[in-house]
C-alpha cells in the first residue's frame, strides 16, 4: 500500500510510478511476478529501493496495483447493475466481463503467469481481493431488493461463488488458448450462470428467488434422516 504520508500527485513520485510500471510489465511477461527481486525491477526502472517502496512491499503487489488501476473503471461497474432495467441487466453484466477478457487479453503473457502457473502467485491473491470486494457490493445491493431477508450466509456464498467463477472465466479462456473471442467466452459462462444472477427487479421494485422458494420448499418437504 502507498503510504499515507506521501504525495502522490508530486512529479517525482509520478515519474518513479511510471518507471516502475514500465519495468514490471517487462517483467512479469516474462516470468512470474514473485519471481522477480525489488533489487532487478529498480534497476530496470532506474529507481532506488526507497522510492519503490513507496509504492509498493513487493513487484507482486505493485503489479497487482497496476493491473486493477486498469480493470477498476470498467469492473467497479458490477456494484451498481441491480438498478439497470430488466433488459439490459445480463447484458451489462455481460459487457462488464467482456471488458475484463479484453484487458486480459492485452496483456496475455503477464496473466497467464499470474492464472496457469503454480505455485500460485501472490499477485493472484491481490487481484482476487479486489474482485472479492467489488462483487460483495454487488450481492450486497442484490439483496436490499429480495422479498425476503437473505442470511449472512447466503451473502458470503454469494460472494464467493461469483469470486470463484470470475476466476474460472479467466483461467478457462487462458487454458484454451483465447481461440473463442471475448464475447463468446461469456456467452459460454452464460449458458452456465448461477440462477440468482438471472433474477432481475420486478415492477413493484423487488427481487424475487422463485427458485430459492421451491428448493425451500422440497427440502422441508422430503423426509428427515
Given at each position: 500500500?502507498?503510504?499515507?504520508?506521501?504525495?502522490?500527485?508530486?512529479?517525482?513520485?509520478?515519474?518513479?510510478?511510471?518507471?516502475?510500471?514500465?519495468?514490471?510489465?517487462?517483467?512479469?511477461?516474462?516470468?512470474?511476478?514473485?519471481?522477480?527481486?525489488?533489487?532487478?525491477?529498480?534497476?530496470?526502472?532506474?529507481?532506488?529501493?526507497?522510492?519503490?517502496?513507496?509504492?509498493?512491499?513487493?513487484?507482486?503487489?505493485?503489479?497487482?496495483?497496476?493491473?486493477?488501476?486498469?480493470?477498476?473503471?470498467?469492473?467497479?461497474?458490477?456494484?451498481?447493475?441491480?438498478?439497470?432495467?430488466?433488459?439490459?441487466?445480463?447484458?451489462?453484466?455481460?459487457?462488464?466481463?467482456?471488458?475484463?477478457?479484453?484487458?486480459?487479453?492485452?496483456?496475455?503473457?503477464?496473466?497467464?503467469?499470474?492464472?496457469?502457473?503454480?505455485?500460485?502467485?501472490?499477485?493472484?491473491?491481490?487481484?482476487?481481493?479486489?474482485?472479492?470486494?467489488?462483487?460483495?457490493?454487488?450481492?450486497?445491493?442484490?439483496?436490499?431488493?429480495?422479498?425476503?431477508?437473505?442470511?449472512?450466509?447466503?451473502?458470503?456464498?454469494?460472494?464467493?461463488?461469483?469470486?470463484?467463477?470470475?476466476?474460472?472465466?479467466?483461467?478457462?479462456?487462458?487454458?484454451?488458448?483465447?481461440?473463442?473471442s471475448p464475447e463468446r467466452a461469456m456467452n459460454t459462462f452464460m449458458s452456465l450462470v448461477?440462477?440468482?444472477?438471472?433474477?432481475?427487479?420486478?415492477?413493484?421494485?423487488?427481487?424475487?428467488?422463485?427458485?430459492?422458494?421451491?428448493?425451500?420448499?422440497?427440502?422441508?418437504?422430503?423426509?428427515?434422516?
Open positions: 500500500m502507498t503510504p499515507s504520508s506521501i504525495n502522490t500527485q508530486d512529479p517525482r513520485y509520478l515519474r518513479s510510478r511510471m518507471s516502475l510500471k514500465d519495468a514490471i510489465l517487462t517483467l512479469s511477461a516474462e516470468r512470474r511476478p514473485d519471481d522477480i527481486s525489488i533489487a532487478e525491477l529498480t534497476k530496470v526502472a532506474g529507481v532506488s529501493r526507497g522510492t519503490f517502496y513507496a509504492h509498493a512491499s513487493t513487484p507482486a503487489e505493485f503489479l497487482a496495483h497496476i493491473l486493477i488501476e486498469e480493470i477498476e473503471p470498467s469492473f467497479s461497474r458490477i456494484a451498481h447493475l441491480v438498478h439497470d432495467e430488466t433488459n439490459q441487466y445480463l447484458l451489462h453484466w455481460r459487457d462488464i466481463y467482456i471488458d475484463l477478457l479484453n484487458q486480459v487479453r492485452n496483456k496475455a503473457d503477464i496473466y497467464r503467469h499470474i492464472f496457469l502457473e503454480k505455485p500460485e502467485s501472490t499477485t493472484l491473491g491481490y487481484l482476487t481481493d479486489y474482485f472479492r470486494s467489488a462483487i460483495r457490493e454487488y450481492v450486497l445491493e442484490f439483496v436490499k431488493y429480495n422479498e425476503e431477508p437473505l442470511t449472512t450466509l447466503w451473502i458470503t456464498m454469494a460472494t464467493e461463488q461469483q469470486v470463484h467463477n470470475t476466476a474460472v472465466i479467466i483461467t478457462s479462456w487462458l487454458e484454451t488458448d483465447m481461440q473463442s448461477p440462477p440468482w444472477q438471472l433474477a432481475k427487479l420486478s415492477d413493484d421494485g423487488r427481487i424475487y428467488l422463485r427458485r430459492t422458494r421451491a428448493l425451500h420448499s422440497m427440502l422441508t418437504s422430503s423426509p428427515k434422516e
